[in-house]
């Protein structure tokens, strides 16, 4: 078993890693690059989709010498990519007509916002929005189908993250684009498609559920393409769209000439459905916390999609075996940010993990709540508006109960998430898997665990997302059988159990609610 190899391709927004795993998913070699972003204007964010290909064949070529094997060796390939960011290429010369169009681009904000104020989508939120005030009363309020379309359809909204503007934006703005798209020659594809068809010589355009459930395009309750969300772009037109496979199967190999030999591509998945699926959340209701530079709350909800009265995402988690996964997701958009801005903007600690220690050497963090808000607060608050708050501070507040409150406060946002998924599903939450490079930080888990009043468990491998897509790709190419050998060979390093009293959760909590009523509505 172990003489067989995976590869997996991690591609994320700031850099891209290529990791090679043994049978038991051990890690054979690790190699990274980060990865450039443009900004040609106030608000856009667009990455170069020739420096991502070359960095990607780069560092599996680097990853192969570093494990001292040949492609030859390497049983299946996964690759696990940022969600969202889009390109349109020309399917015969294979050139793409602009930039990647990343999720943080937000030039199409105010023609999004006129779709979102028009009387179609005036009447579905009004009408949306009163059911979704009696749905709470009960559970068969929210699941009924008919109740559910109708929360669903209060917060239909187009946001300037979603694929579809983006595609609109250059059919309109690249000389050239529209005709080109008129001919049927233009190829649509998320970065998972085009390095597919990269690798494969232009053979395979194609995707999988997870990621394009993630572009906006998709309606995930009907399992078809969502022409509310396409027709207002006027799409997709003569626009080729990927086949969308399922997420552990055949994509594909990589031309024979890229790498020495040609690879079996077995798995396309999302980033945050890769790290579901790598901390072995399998059963309805289990739940993973990633804590980067933002947090990804997502709880598998089995094969129900879940229409959320908070506003959080329905996403399909994976496809296997004909069988359709979902997940319903909360972000909050900063996080592991805040240490940075501890370490960057206040320089009150030297690195990241510093703040481990600063945090255990005080006994609290002396009433200051931090309220982490830099671009205003997401899920469950949905506040565009908050800004930043500390609060609290008394004469005797100590560097070190700064950074305290600054930990504490992402184990806040993830209480408020967890509590919102909870609601919308009636699922008790009994565990939490935390990953992330900010999980290595055993007094936020602690913290964490306090605060949720349930078992935090750590994976020995933080890269969930890397670590799911050798799983789906291994499964495909029958190195493991699911779940039992995955269950096998997933390890966890570290449990933390809830210890703090139920008083003195309340009053932190309390605590809380009050400095996020502060910080809402500042800017
Ligand atoms: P991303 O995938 O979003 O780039 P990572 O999973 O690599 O993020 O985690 C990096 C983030 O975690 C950074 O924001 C950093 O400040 C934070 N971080 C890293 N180590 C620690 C630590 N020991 N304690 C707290 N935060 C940390």
Same mark, same amino acid.
């Given at each position: 078993m172990s003489?067989?190899?995976?590869?997996?391709?991690?591609?994320?927004?700031?850099?891209?890693r290529a990791v090679i795993y043994d049978g038991e998913t051990r890690v054979v070699a690790e190699e990274y690059t980060e990865l450039p972003s443009v900004f040609p204007e106030p608000g856009w964010t667009e990455q170069d989709p020739i420096v991502i290909y070359d960095k990607c064949v780069q560092v599996t070529k680097d990853a192969l010498k570093a494990a001292k094997l040949e492609a030859s060796d390497i049983t299946a390939m996964g690759i696990a990519t940022q969600r969202t960011t889009n390109l349109l290429w020309d399917r015969n010369t294979g050139e793409p007509v602009y930039n990647f169009i990343t999720w943080q681009d937000t030039r199409m904000?105010?023609?999004?916002? /006129?779709?979102?104020?028009?009387? +179609?989508?005036?009447?579905?939120?009004?009408?949306? &929005? $009163?059911?979704?005030? %009696?749905a709470p009363l009960s559970a068969g309020l929210k699941r009924n189908p008919v109740g559910k379309m109708l929360v669903a359809a209060a917060h239909l909204t187009i946001t300037p993250a979603m694929s579809a503007p983006h595609v609109r934006w250059v059919l309109d703005n690249v000389e050239g684009a529209a005709a080109k798209e008129a001919a049927g020659d233009l190829l649509f594809g998320t970065v998972d498609t085009w390095l597919l068809w990269k690798y494969t010589g232009g053979r395979v355009h194609a995707t999988d559920f997870s990621n394009i459930s993630s572009t906006g395009m998709w309606?995930?309750?009907?399992?078809?393409?969502?022409?509310?969300?396409?027709?207002?772009?006027?799409?997709?037109?003569?626009?080729?769209?990927?086949?969308? /496979?399922?997420?552990?199967?055949? +994509?594909?190999?990589?031309?024979?000439?890229?790498? &020495? $030999?040609?690879?079996? %591509?077995?798995?396309?998945?999302?980033?945050?459905?890769?790290?579901?699926?790598?901390?072995?959340?399998?059963?309805?209701?289990?739940?993973?916390?990633?804590?980067?530079?933002?947090?990804?709350?997502?709880?598998?909800?089995?094969?129900e999609a879940i229409a959320s009265i908070h506003n959080l995402t329905p996403f399909i988690a994976w496809k296997m075996d004909g069988k359709t996964t979902y997940m319903l997701e909360g972000m909050i958009s900063s996080a592991g940010s805040s240490i940075q801005f501890l370490r960057d903007n206040l320089c009150i600690i030297e690195k990241a993990s510093d703040s481990e220690e600063c945090a255990f050497s005080v006994e609290d963090s002396g009433g200051v709540y931090v309220v982490p808000a830099f671009t205003g607060l997401?899920?469950?608050?949905?506040?565009?508006?908050?800004?930043?708050?500390?609060?609290?501070?008394?004469?005797?507040?100590?560097r070190e109960q700064v950074v305290r409150a600054t930990l504490e406060s992402i184990a806040y946002q993830c209480k408020d998430v967890v509590t919102a998924i909870q609601e919308d599903t009636d699922i008790e939450v009994s565990m939490v898997k935390a990953d992330g490079g900010a999980s290595q930080n055993n007094f936020l888990?602690?913290?964490?665990?306090?605060?949720?009043?349930?078992?935090?468990?750590?994976?020995?491998?933080?890269e969930a997302t890397a670590l799911g897509a050798a799983y789906f790709a291994g499964i495909a190419a029958g190195i493991w059988k699911y779940p039992d050998d995955i269950l096998r060979i997933h390890r966890v390093e570290r449990e933390f159990e809830p210890k703090m009293s139920p008083e003195m959760r309340e009053k932190l909590l309390g605590g809380w609610k009050k400095a996020v009523g502060r910080a809402c509505g500042w800017a």
């Open positions: 003489g067989k190899y995976i590869l997996v391709n991690d591609v994320g927004t700031t850099g891209t904000a105010d023609e999004c916002e /006129r779709i979102n104020r028009s009387a +179609f989508f005036k009447v579905l939120h009004v009408v949306g &929005g $009163a059911y979704g005030k %009696i309606d995930p309750y009907n399992m078809d393409w969502s022409s509310q969300l396409l027709k207002p772009f006027g799409l997709p037109g003569k626009m080729v769209l990927p086949e969308i /496979r399922e997420t552990s199967g055949d +994509f594909g190999s990589t031309e024979a000439g890229l790498f &020495g $030999a040609s690879i079996p %591509i077995r798995s396309l998945v999302a980033d945050q459905q890769a790290a579901l699926f790598g901390d072995a959340c399998f059963e309805v209701g289990s739940v993973k916390c990633t804590n980067g530079t933002g947090t990804f709350i997502d709880m598998n909800t089995g094969e997401t899920a469950p608050y949905w506040d565009p508006y908050a800004r930043g708050t500390v609060i609290g501070l008394t004469r005797s507040t100590s888990l602690q913290f964490l665990a306090d605060i949720l009043e349930v078992k935090v468990e750590r994976p020995e491998m933080l």
